[in-house]
DNA sequence: CCGCAAATCTGCGCGGCGCGCAATTTTTAA
DNA sequence: TTAAAAATTGCGCGCCGCGCAGATTTGCGG
């Protein structure tokens, strides 16, 4: 990847830990495109060179932990599918590096509210949704290398796909709306094995 | 339901309508709220009493259809849970007496050529999931009434919803991707037989 | 090290949107 | 019939997304 490229890279980052951070601070619209362009460094139009929203900018990292599952998921070929696609999950929801290098210049707590605060952000839900979706496509395609099928005419690994994104959004809106001590670790893996079993009733 | 409620109800699927067949014909951003506001005969400021953007309102549909399963499952108490689901699904999306009323001042092909392009819209897929995600809410409800469980802290009626939706996006999308001959009710069946079966590889 | 071409950033400006507010019209209930 | 409640409407503001064109930076061959 040649300079320019990393650029890129960083200033997409910057552009949407800074939306992150001043939405979480703030609130959704107690934050103007111009703020984050600022606390990013870079000149507002720039902003919409590298998102077409704000809501974009918030929902990057989201998409992007999601696209990593797909890749993780390529990188797996030996495993059984559903062990694998735990395993890659698990491994992306992880409390993470570059979370730890960013983020809360606040109080956890105090953090953790502000985005639950954010996520309930309507426009935001669409926005994030929608990354969801993006990934989705990603899953479907590697799923289908795994188990050999079309993606473009046969309907399992997009229900596959649809299925563990469904998983990580379940687990994700458990957890944060119970703040209790259940890791997300927890709830990722009983949802994927839940659904791996047919969810039948427990 | 007063008179009241009742135009309330007409004034919503009067907008709705009129936002997706002047999408379909034009193209959403060909389109103006405006324009809206005018084929439903009401003023552009009354528009954003209904509804918050132009893609809400053409979601309107979607939402008031996924509602629909939700209560269509409570009135199913005594079936097999699974049963339910897909009976309640298969009716809702169903060829559909109010969409017959409404439809096409055009081409049937010509029309589900307008609608691929229309939920490709990038704006549009957001609004659409999120109003799935709040019909998934209702399901997850009614699901949580039928096996006894409590939807504030049990995952399973959630995972359950969120996996319904995600079989009936996943079966729509197919339908737009393929315009085979294969009717939406097959697809939709197909789907959810697979997920009640665990997704096993085929 | 130089200079050129391509990619990127930036300032400007426009049209549309979402919504608060207050006045007006319509509906409901007494 | 009349008063209260609710819905519709017009007006106006601030923000947003983006096209355009000029300035600036980056990558590369000489």
Redesign the interface.
Known sequence: MGLRERKKAQTHAALSWAAIRLTVERGFDQVKVEDIAEAAGVSPRTFNNYF?SK?EAIAFRHLDRCLRVAEELRGRPGEP?WDAITGSVLRQFAPDAEAIAHPPPVDAAQWTEGVRVMVAE?AL???M??A??TAEAEIAAAVAER?GGDP??D??P???A??V???V???I??HL??DAAVPVRR?LT??LD??????A??
């Open positions: 077409s809501a599918l309507p839900r669409g926005e949704l929608r969801g979706a188990t473009e005419r309907l399992y997009h229900l596959v649809s299925a994104m469904g998983a959004n379940t687990a809106s458990h709306r119970i709830l009983d949802a839940r659904i791996a079993a047919g969810l009733t427990p």
